[in-house]
């Protein structure tokens, strides 16, 4: 062997043989564990609706309770015009709830008897627990946009009347001035109406949403009526109320979507902390023999930051605004794609692990079978799956030794760095060429490598210059 030699090894369990398996098995792990969320998620989103709505209506009935007895009458018989939709929308949505409960039930059930992934079904198997988890996301969101569609249309024709009476008061005035022109007492009576009908608008979307709607048109309405100025008053005051029953009904639909938008958002937050949950405590296949692993600790910062990012998005969601859920619900997908992304990662350093320690040792029985035994190792960044560097010495000689292992996509290659009994000095040609016709003998021999291997010299009669690649302490960091 010369100073520096390199040596590929085509291990049998190398990522380009194992990954299909692997990722399929994670793959249909990942769905089940998805399809489960949503079977909880979905079941608990009645009872969760129930207890928003019960906390909505003691702060509607307090801010109420504020307001005159006349006043709270109309308040309630507007909003009798839609409290009846709002009951009808949520036993549709939490009908649609426990459908899907039921058909994620069944989902999951399916996937756990799906069997173990073979060479021959990885990709099948991979495609369907996908298609699975994706169908019932996509048949719970069209099948809610449906309702939300419904809903929609039925307060904007319940809200058309409301409308249509305010323009019947709009021709009432004019029919008084074509009949009755000046008489200021029928026109203030109409004015004050009109006032009166945006109060009780501008109070109701008070009480419904705890905010007011821009009331500034409304007290310039009121100061033309105290002015003297009715048809003014009169004019301005159906507009107020007009734009307040457009914004009441576009809020209520929106707070419907933005109650149905919280629980997707939170179901997907929980799909992707049930997947790296299911990372943590997986079962995977390697050279025919099934192992407990947690794949996550072959990038433990990804899964950490993660997870992180995760809670950060389920802790902002109750108090999250219409646009500030858009933008969670595509964050949180993106997060999900990175769970996909660092899934394949740690199965890929997964399998590199594997086969650097098949390959290690083979390197250490070739080693000692000439009379070399392991003073030391380190993996860089102490990550298994990243390089290894395993130290040897010569007892009888102290010849040093350090074997770097580089895992790939198609097996392990070796950086083989002999040091002699003193780095820098003169050494024998003739034994380096020795130590790795040796090692490349034993290697080939131990019947582990898809193809024989070879190794590349380099530096022949001289010690290795590498100390880096010895200093088990820099590797590590």
Same mark, same amino acid.
């Given at each position: ?23 399929? /098995?994670? =793959?249909? $792990?990942?769905? %089940? +564990?998805?399809?489960?969320?949503? !079977? #909880?998620?979905? &079941?608990? *989103? ?68 799906? /069997?173990? =992934?073979? $060479?021959?079904? %990885? +990709?099948?198997?991979?495609?369907? !627990? #996908?298609?699975? &988890?994706? *169908? ?342």
């Amino acid at each position: 062997m010369s100073a520096d030699s390199f040596i590929p090894l085509a291990i049998a369990g190398a990522f380009f043989f194992a990954a299909p398996i692997v990722i399929a /098995g994670l =793959a249909v $792990a990942g769905a %089940a +564990a998805a399809v489960s969320v949503v !079977a #909880q998620t979905a &079941a608990d *989103a009645s009872r969760k609706a129930a207890a928003e709505q019960a906390s909505r209506q003691r702060e509607q009935q307090a801010r109420l309770a504020r307001q005159s007895a006349e006043d709270q009458q109309a308040i309630r018989a507007l909003q009798s015009r839609y409290t009846a939709l709002q009951s009808r929308q949520r036993a549709a949505a939490d009908a649609l709830s426990q459908n899907i409960a039921q058909a994620a039930q069944k989902a999951a059930r399916e996937l756990h008897a799906s /069997g173990k =992934a073979t $060479a021959e079904n %990885a +990709a099948s198997l991979q495609r369907t !627990a #996908q298609a699975k &988890a994706e *169908a019932l996301s996509h048949k719970w969101s069209t099948q809610n946009d449906a309702l939300l569609a419904q809903y929609s249309a039925d307060l904007h024709a319940s809200f058309q009347e409301t409308r249509t009476q305010l323009e019947a008061r709009k021709a009432d005035l004019s029919r008084l001035h074509s009949t009755l022109a000046g008489d200021d007492a029928q026109t203030r009576r109409l004015a004050q109406e009109q006032l009166d009908t945006a109060r009780i608008a501008i109070q109701s979307f008070e009480v419904e949403f705890g905010r007011s709607p821009a009331a500034e048109d409304y007290h310039r309405a009121v100061e033309y009526f105290n002015g003297g100025l009715y048809e003014n008053a009169h004019s301005l005051a159906s507009a107020v109320a007009l734009d307040v029953y457009t914004q009441l009904e576009k809020a209520l639909v929106q707070q419907a979507k933005d109650d149905f938008l919280r629980t997707a958002i939170h179901t997907m937050v929980r799909t992707g902390q049930a997947r790296i949950h299911a990372l943590e405590n997986c079962t995977v296949p390697y050279q025919g023999v099934e192992y407990n692993e947690d794949l996550t600790r072959f990038v433990p910062d990804v899964f950490a930051a993660l997870k992180t990012c995760l809670q950060q998005q389920e802790h902002a969601l109750e108090s999250a605004s219409s646009a500030e859920l858009a933008k969670a619900r595509a964050d949180v997908s993106e997060l999900l794609q990175d769970v996909d992304c660092a899934t394949r990662t740690a199965a890929r350093q997964m399998i590199y692990a594997y086969s650097e320690n098949d390959s290690g040792e083979l390197v250490q029985s070739a080693m000692f079978q000439q009379g070399y035994t392991c003073t030391g190792y380190a993996y860089k960044h102490r990550l298994e799956g990243q390089p290894l560097h395993i130290n040897f010495e010569k007892a009888l000689t102290g010849e040093k030794v350090t074997v770097e292992l580089i895992p790939d996509d198609h097996g392990v290659a070796l950086n083989v760095h002999n040091f002699g009994r003193q780095a820098g000095t003169p050494m024998s040609a003739h034994a380096q060429d020795t130590l790795r016709n040796n090692l490349v003998a034993a290697l080939n021999q131990s019947g582990a490598l898809r193809v024989p291997c070879r190794a590349s010299c380099s530096n022949s009669g001289v010690s290795s210059s590498a100390a880096q690649a010895a200093d088990l302490h820099a590797v590590s960091q």
